[in-house]
């Protein structure tokens, strides 16, 4: 059934449950988010006590069994809740995409012993999560990440460096890809590790052109010891774990991008009808009605992709490629609309006393993570004609 929104979002959710979630979503980012978004950005602040207001309201665990205090949401539901948390703040949209993701290899391959110890805290018990296959010399080739992990009896240490991590340095929990044997994606196997694990160090966070408020980290692993227990899945089936992850956490960041340049449009929106040159409202030009009606247009086009390809996953059907076409085109139109917006404003748009210009700066983020827009091309490419000749 459709949903009309206060923005003009006519949403179709499938039940009366996800509208009351989505209501419930929209008055927190109301309330609780948007009114701080500015000046703790502007402060490189994370907003910790907002997750633990947001584990607490089952909004961490969305897409998981209800057994293990997830929500049992489809993705089609989720990912709209993304778009409202990002539409809001996307240092909290993100946040909870990644919180996901790193849930992900334990909730599909956990065994049931693994799952009843640990998924409980990490989706309702106010723990945050992050994702560590990234390396500083394995990006986009993440298949030769060199993070090792070793056999010592029951355990296995952990050895190595990971790169652009995602609430590095703060995180309760990290799903890690380390490899245990060989080279190549076969080497590699997943462990959950706790956040304060003996050994586990953060470098001080990067420093970003958007995103303060979100630490991005190297995390440094020394001697750390893991319980077998810990290990998720079989030896050498890490990297396929990732990649499955990487197809959810895709639709995440598409769904975030639609959130950040809907917020965009709405700034521009406001300043049209707002703003008068020449004894008019400058939202009666030709030429900027257009560039409205276009950066509308692309959010449109970008949710219908996000959720067309999570139906796909909702029904247990192939959805990687639709993943990789709705990051690429979301995330490349966030670019343009906050551009536009941007000049949409003018002037002002370039000055910090308004957030298009933060929304700029975010929307560039958006183009890299979860795999760069150029690797979404080569994913879909191999989809339509095959792996690349050796």
């Known amino acids: 059934m459709p949903d009309g929104t206060e923005d003009g979002t006519d949403r179709r959710l499938p039940t009366d449950e996800a509208r009351a979630l989505l209501a419930l979503v ?7 988010i948007a009114p701080r978004a500015a000046e703790e950005e502007a402060a490189g602040r994370f907003p910790r006590e907002l997750f633990a207001l947001l584990s607490r309201t089952g909004l961490l665990g969305l897409p998981y069994d209800p057994a293990y205090g997830g929500g049992g949401q489809p993705y089609e539901v989720y990912l709209q809740v993304l778009e409202e948390l990002a539409a809001a703040r996307l240092t909290v949209g993100l946040g909870v995409s990644v919180h996901t993701l790193a849930c992900h290899a334990l909730a599909s391959s956990g065994t049931g012993e693994q799952r009843a110890a640990h998924l409980p805290a990490m989706l309702a018990g106010g723990l945050l999560g992050a994702y560590c296959l990234s390396e500083p010399s394995a990006g986009s080739d993440a298949a030769a990440l060199r993070t090792r992990a070793v056999r010592d009896g029951d355990t296995w240490v952990l050895d190595g460096t990971k790169a652009w991590i995602t609430h590095g340095g703060i995180a309760d929990f990290l799903t890690v890809m380390a490899r245990t044997g060989g080279p190549g ?3 590699i196997s997943a462990f959950l590790v706790p956040g304060d694990a003996p050994g586990l160090s953060a470098a001080p966070p990067e420093r970003k052109m958007g995103m303060s408020g979100s630490p991005t980290a190297q995390l440094h692993f020394d001697g750390v010891r893991v319980p077998d227990a810990r290990r998720l899945g079989a030896e050498g089936q890490g990297f396929t774990l990732a990649l499955a992850a990487l197809d959810a956490g895709r639709l995440g960041i598409a769904a975030c991008a639609v959130g950040l340049a809907r917020a965009a449009l709405d700034l521009a929106v406001a300043h049209a009808r707002e703003r008068h040159q020449f004894g008019r409202p400058v939202a009666d030009f030709q030429g ?5 009606a276009d950066m509308a247009t692309q959010i449109e086009a970008g949710r219908a992709l996000y959720l067309e390809a999570a139906r796909l996953r909702d029904e247990g059907r ?5 993943a990789a076409m709705a990051k690429l085109f979301c995330s490349d139109a966030a670019m343009r609309v906050t551009t536009d917006a941007v000049q949409v404003l003018g002037g002002y748009g370039y000055t910090a006393d308004f957030p298009a210009e933060r929304y700029l700066r975010e929307a560039k983020m958006l183009q890299i993570v979860e795999g760069t827009n150029q690797i979404q091309r080569v994913v879909i490419a191999r989809h339509l004609v095959g792996p690349e000749s050796r």
């Open 318 to 322: 192939p959805y990687g490629r639709g």
């Open 288 to 292: 900027l009605r257009f560039l409205l």
């Open 185 to 187: 994606p076969r080497g």
């Open 26 to 32: 929209r008055d927190i980012a109301r309330r609780e």
